[in-house]
T-cell receptor
Framework: AQSVTQLGSHVSVSEGALVLLRCNYSSSVPPYLFWYVQYPNQGLQLLLKYTSAATLVKGINGFEAEFKKSETSFHLTKPSAHMSDAAEYFCAVSDNKIIFGKGTRLHILP | SQTIHQWPATLVQPVGSPLSLECTVEGTSNPNLYWYRQAAGRGLQLLFYSIGIDQISSEVPQNLSASRPQDRQFILSSKKLLLSDSGFYLC????????????FGPGTRLTVT
């Protein structure tokens, strides 16, 4: 059975600092992997997706994620945090059915 | 391009009253449709999914029901709301065959008083 674990329900970074949100997955078949962002009182928006092409995936708003099969990880990064990045981020894995992680709330410190 | 609509955006209802939330998708045909709930401080809980008209699966036994009267319309209902039904309700769609990514609507904030 597939599953996804997001490490850290809350992450705080200073404005301009590196953003790193961690996601580990388990899947019995090569998975599809996704990151979503949710701003307060809004729906989830797809940031990026991995579908077995390039292992480094670039998304919107300057985010990217790297698929590492040996580590079963799909961590989300952004070189320089902006105040507007404050939101909740969800990692998801799909082979036949999509499973979402519990989310990580990103706080940006001025 | 595809768009997904939900209404109402916010709703305050007394305990014991009925509920009807509507979701419609434009710009695609034969989508898979989903209803999720987010309770305060919790993740996404899948409530129902549908692969076609009148084909609906329930993930969690509860006080809610879903219907899909048309290909791109998905309705979430309750005959009698409970306090525990409060939350943020999200509708989503995906293509029938693909990587599985879902596209979400703007959500409905339901407060049961």
């Amino acid at each position: 059975a597939q599953s996804v674990t997001q490490l850290g329900s809350h992450v705080s970074v200073s404005e301009g600092a590196l953003v790193l949100l961690r996601c580990n997955y388990s899947s019995s078949v090569p998975p599809y992997l996704f990151w979503y962002v949710q701003y307060p009182n809004q729906g989830l928006q797809l940031l990026l997706k991995y579908t077995s092409a390039a292992t480094l995936v670039k998304g919107i708003n300057g985010f990217e994620a790297e698929f590492k099969k040996s580590e079963t990880s799909f961590h989300l990064t952004k070189p320089s945090a902006h105040m507007s990045d404050a939101a909740e981020y969800f990692c998801a894995v799909s082979d036949n059915k999509i499973i979402f992680g519990k989310g990580t709330r990103l706080h940006i410190l001025p | 391009s595809q768009t997904i609509h939900q209404w109402p955006a916010t709703l305050v209802q007394p305990v014991g009253s009925p509920l009807s939330l509507e979701c419609t998708v434009e710009g695609t045909s034969n989508p898979n449709l989903y209803w999720y709930r987010q309770a305060a401080g919790r993740g996404l809980q899948l409530l129902f999914y549908s692969i076609g008209i009148d084909q609906i699966s329930s993930e969690v036994p509860q006080n809610l029901s879903a219907s899909r009267p048309q290909d791109r319309q998905f309705i979430l209902s309750s005959k009698k709301l409970l306090l525990s039904d409060s939350g943020f309700y999200l509708c989503a769609w995906s293509v029938r065959r693909g990587a599985g990514e879902q596209y979400f609507g703007p959500g409905t904030r339901l407060t049961v008083t």
